[in-house]
Nanobody, 124 residues
């Protein structure tokens, strides 16, 4: 069983930056693909971005491309989301997800493991 724990959420002003972390534990298996999703009340969980095992391939939703950057830690069991130029519409609960497959997928149904989420609020 793999556990994913997010940290780093909070309140930030529009135009500001915030960094989220995700730590995987509970199993020695390293997840080939990790991703970030976000969700606001009444809406479906949406894809933000994903990264491969080596950290050299990533894919982003158009809404965050150029502003958000995903990276993996040296031990490959941690993942980071650097969010810059934040907008009020980025406000959401952000979820870390892990996938046992190697392709960078955008659908929630293709991810096997999920964190509990961390709140990000962009407001002045």
């Amino acid at each position: 069983q793999v556990q994913l724990v997010e940290s780093g959420g909070g309140l930030v002003q529009p135009g500001g930056s915030l960094s989220l972390s995700c730590a995987a534990s509970g199993h020695t298996y390293i997840l080939p693909t990790m991703g970030w999703f976000r969700q606001t009340p009444g809406k479906e969980r949406e894809f933000v971005g994903a990264i491969n095992l080596g950290g050299d391939s990533s894919y982003y939703a158009d809404s965050v491309k150029g502003r958000f950057t995903i990276s993996r830690g040296n031990n490959r069991n941690t993942m980071f989301l650097q969010m810059n130029s934040l907008k009020p519409e980025d406000t959401a609960v952000y979820f870390c997800a892990g996938r046992e497959g190697g392709m960078l997928m955008t659908s929630t149904s293709t991810y096997n493991y999920w964190g509990q989420g961390t709140q990000v609020t962009v407001s002045s």
